[in-house]
């Protein structure tokens, strides 16, 4: 039997190596999607944002923040050891957990990068990534996945019977509510709400964005179908739920933004597909395919209306759609685990008292992420200017941040100036 | 010995489950190759199509065409059960299954987008789709692969010893023979054929291309090895043989375009590597390298000439030359399987036998896909209008069809019209 | 007991071709890498360079270089058969173990594209590649990786003692040198050096760049967790060593940056992740993950000054700065296995013993590429123009070496010629 539960063991390196790598690759699909999305002056800076984050919550996640979210715990609040790759290398499935936490970690902090692309400061948003994967993520990620390494150290949202299998809301949502926090903190675009009017930036490259989604939609499914950390036969459900959630995700934003634009617009099926990922995550693990469509496709009209709803009613300037995407359906998707969810697999006793507690994880979620991101973003702005210049924003963070220009763009530039003297 | 066969399934459900994600990226291939071959004022355009026709495929795949591909079979022509997901969940294995399938249509479907790229609107190529995924894909599915699933469900080419081990036939003749009608249904873009003279219309960004192209070699593998099924040794010449056959299809392509044109066109070097893919696919598995690497290089060649046949002598407006790869090489793969496959490893007891079997085959993937498409294209038009209208089409299809337009396509544009005045 | 080996060959089989797939996406990497750092004009010329690069490549090592590099071994120094795929089909394994062979070939030929990617001509650049997938590449990874098909045949470097883990050496340092001999020949670009001061030439799209050290980075995990060639528990910690060292090296060049030039440039921050990677190619197995963080750390250091110092010192014009990533780094990480790496793990006695058998094969790695590179191209300049002429390269290579211009840069110029009219 030992040798039996080595292949298996060799399998289950295999398969989390691969998840990990894909999920790994989502930091492409974000900078893509992102650098699409934005105008084509801040495109570089956005995307350099978007290697950046990961370089840094990489190392920090890896030294400190690890240990914080999976180390001894301290009455299920954090975790107190595993600093510094200490204690890890007694068996080498830590190191196998350790890449996988990372990349994750990686996803959430990105998330932030989009919402306030085009309004802050390089290092201003270095900061932030480094608080979000030091104290933000990884102390909530311990209340909700805090036994996955070891099953004693169960977080106290995991006793209460808190499902969250890939991370709706320990990812998404935590993600997403930091994104609402710091664009509220930042403030809108220069030009953007003028005079109570609502005016919208037009992306620079959308074909740029939609093989962003197309990216984020590969590493998904490492994201949740990884997320069993056992190369076996529940990976195939999990994949197919993904990619039905996704589908109807997107299909269902297209006929919503149909209706009510009389066009598809082209940003709302590519958010839409988000938003079904999103949306699935949670309950990828315990939804019938069936389900997992129903799940996506509200999704989808969701972020439609949240999209309009963020910008036009709370005039709260998000460059991307962030906050729709992954805060308000990271939120959906932890619900549904509750509404749709197979009762037969999931820890409470009744679906209302799983419902409950789902509401109070993802009621958890946003005021915590949503505090601390607006503590971490107003403590720095007390130290540091948090905004570039009008002229510099106006010029352009590419140019300004990274001394970056776009050939073509400076050509074009020049030539207006010439159109018009 | 259950255990042994269960590690082994595991192995086949991760193998499956990658393969699968493999076959799904190679959309974001289509996707870079099309935007970056067509003009820029229809790359939003084609894009959205490449993602919404994925979305649609998706879903009435999984709910419909499926059933008809893959359930019960009425005497070898059709499935009749499995709609709605009915009587799947009996084994993990039939999501894992489906989940390939449903990426494999998806890329059927998607093939059409290319060709008519520039002409189309948007709501018809949706409802095009639609009816590819529905029935044209799923019945011709069903004659060639009908025992994938269960064996006793052989189809009536399947019976005849037709081999098709990925789909030269299955998926690529059939996109490539409805992208035909499709075209010819729709017409040739404004401005692409005058007074008998032919224009060629210049692709707005190459290095997208180029990378779309890479991406769809890298789905190809996922397509050929994972048409497998199962993780074993076979893999390896299947990935081999792929990849040589695409090297070569480039290779050769290079060398027919340069004396033909004496300069390498780019676009041929691209076409010609894709065109290897298609070529070997069919006879992936039955192959030896060194004969995968024939068909490929012939693969290649042979899409020259036909890029230069359909566009200039048959004048069939072809806007990336999906007609020529998917099509004609897909014919040319099939007929491959008995011109060069390895004897001991095809159903046939003679190589004549085989060659007039797939030569069979390949034909009825014609008649089939060719007068389907036509039916459904020529309906359409019916009902709604086919084309946009010229002046639309020339302002381009990213603005008519999503009001979404180009920041810097705009500024040239008024640009131009200061220049003018 | 024969069961559980053939479960385990699966696996091995499975995931060699997995790892394979992901290096051969590396090409992909560069391409958007080199496309986005060079100028408008070159962009087209420089992809279909590392396109058509990747078919030359695959098809003459799978034909010639894979015998030369691991065929029968005439007394260490070179391969003598297994030449046109003879003898391989013994077992499946030697076609799993090709696939990877023929990746990796492509990815020690591409490296040259970058450096001269705006001044050679197309045909040229073909040939050059021909010499070092034929020659240069396979010999010396005879010397250093002759054993790994068939153990008895080690090549003179591995006897003694000599560690490469993945190619530090053997791929990226062969890759760099050729590519810096290739550059002294060709010359630095028209403009590039004028009276003494050096111009920087601006990229053309560092957005499309960073997608490309995406696409690396995610490649590069096949690249050295697949060099196990074995599914087991040992590519966790190689996969996190990489991760590791990408991300430390991203952020340190950051650092460096950040402090010489007051700004972080976006293009350090890129070349940085890419130093970090080949730094850790050569000891990703041996070193612990905390000692792969540092080798990292310093390889982004050394990629900073050693852009300086080889374009502004040494005044050699190195496009895209693969001199530096690839040889320079490639040799650091070479050397860090003897200072870094865990002695139990290392053949050598003495870690000063270890450290001198690496600087031995570093140094035999330059001497090797630089003097064959130099041989190679200086030898094509006595039969053909290397260089396109003066005008041609203002004009750019797309449009002199294929025809091909893009149409936004065209409007552009006619504006341009306007507005001087």
Known sequence: MIFMETLQLHLDFVWLILASILVFFMQAGFTALEAGLVRAKNSINVAIKNVSDLLIASVVFALFGFGIMFGDSASGWFGTDLYFFQGLDTDPWNWAFLFFQIVFAGTAATI????IAEGVKFGVYLIGTFFIVLIIYPVFGHWAWGSLLNPDQAGWLEQLGFVDFAGSTVVHSIGGWVALAAAIVVGPRVGKYVDGKVHSMKPSNVVLAALGVFILWLGWFGFNAGSTATGDTSI??????THLAAAAGGLFA???SWIL???????????GVLAGLVSV????????PLMALVVGAIGGIIVVFSLIFIDKVWKIDDAIGAISVHGVC???GTLAVGLFGTMALLPNETRMEQILVQGLGAAVAFVWGFVLGWIVYKTLGLFMTIRPKKEEEI???NVSEHGASIAMVDTIQSMQDIANA
């Open 254 to 256: 297209m006929i919503t």
């Open 112 to 115: 932030v990068s989009g919402a």
């Open 261 to 271: 634009f009389q066009q598809p617009k082209a940003e709302d099926i590519l958010n």
């Open 281 to 288: 995550t949670a309950g990828a693990a315990v939804l019938t």
């Open 395 to 397: 010029q352009g963070l």
């Open 236 to 241: 195939a459900q999990i994949a197919l739920n």
């Open 330 to 332: 990271g939120a959906w």
